[in-house]
């Protein structure tokens, strides 16, 4: 397996995965959390990562992209700094249980160390649905800080 950050020029490759990921989440939950427009996605993966705002590192099988992880840089007090954000992250779910998503964590591990940040930070899908993505995270040094994700959409 092969792991690089990407440029604009696989945009709709990440885009097409996070819809997977999207889909995956609805299914397994049996509610609708996103509205992901793929047209929309790609155009705003392209100009989050050509602006810098989005750093994503792609797991390619051959030529193929099969799973990635999407960051970007936050700031807080209670991190003392900068840190990174793991705003997605998927694998196909033939490639799972095979290391695949162990090595992107280190790809991503290694990123973040590169650009100085404190610490990872992420959500995971909703639970119980999703307890197997909790302890994939755990197992690779992740720890349960507590609370829950929240939104206010504004329209």
Same mark, same amino acid.
């Given at each position: +397996?092969?792991?690089?950050?990407?440029?604009? *020029?696989?945009?709709?490759?990440? /885009?097409?995965?996070? =819809?997977?990921?999207?889909? #995956?989440?609805? #299914?397994?939950?049996?509610?609708?959390?996103?509205?992901?427009? !793929?047209?929309? $996605?790609?155009?705003?993966?392209?100009?989050?990562?050509?602006?810098?705002?989005?750093? =994503?590192? $792609? /797991?390619?099988?051959?030529? #193929?992209?099969?799973? %990635?992880? /999407?960051?970007? @840089?936050?700031?807080?007090?209670? $991190?003392?700094? /900068? %840190?990174?954000?793991?705003?997605?992250?998927? =694998? !196909?779910?033939?490639?799972? *249980?095979?290391?695949?998503?162990?090595?992107?964590?280190? @790809?991503?591990?290694? &990123?973040?160390?590169?650009?100085?940040?404190?610490?990872? #930070?992420?959500?995971?899908?909703?639970?119980?649905? &999703?307890?197997?993505?909790?302890? &994939?995270?755990?197992?690779?040094?992740? @720890?349960?800080?507590?609370?829950?994700? +929240?939104?206010?959409?504004?329209?």
């Amino acid at each position: +397996m092969k792991y690089h950050i990407i440029d604009t *020029s696989q945009s709709d490759d990440i /885009a097409k995965l996070a =819809v997977c990921l999207t889909n #995956e989440i609805i #299914e397994r939950t049996g509610t609708q959390h996103f509205d992901v427009d !793929m047209s929309l $996605a790609i155009k705003l993966c392209d100009d989050y990562v050509s602006n810098g705002l989005y750093h =994503v590192i $792609a /797991a390619y099988d051959d030529n #193929e992209i099969i799973g %990635f992880g /999407a960051l970007c @840089e936050s700031h807080s007090l209670y $991190a003392q700094g /900068a %840190f990174g954000i793991i705003q997605e992250f998927y =694998v !196909m779910p033939k490639y799972r *249980s095979s290391d695949i998503g162990k090595e992107l964590i280190l @790809e991503i591990i290694t &990123f973040a160390k590169s650009k100085n940040w404190k610490r990872l #930070e992420l959500c995971t899908p909703p639970l119980p649905e &999703f307890n197997r993505t909790v302890d &994939f995270y755990q197992d690779n040094g992740f @720890e349960i800080t507590g609370g829950y994700k +929240m939104k206010l959409t504004l329209s």
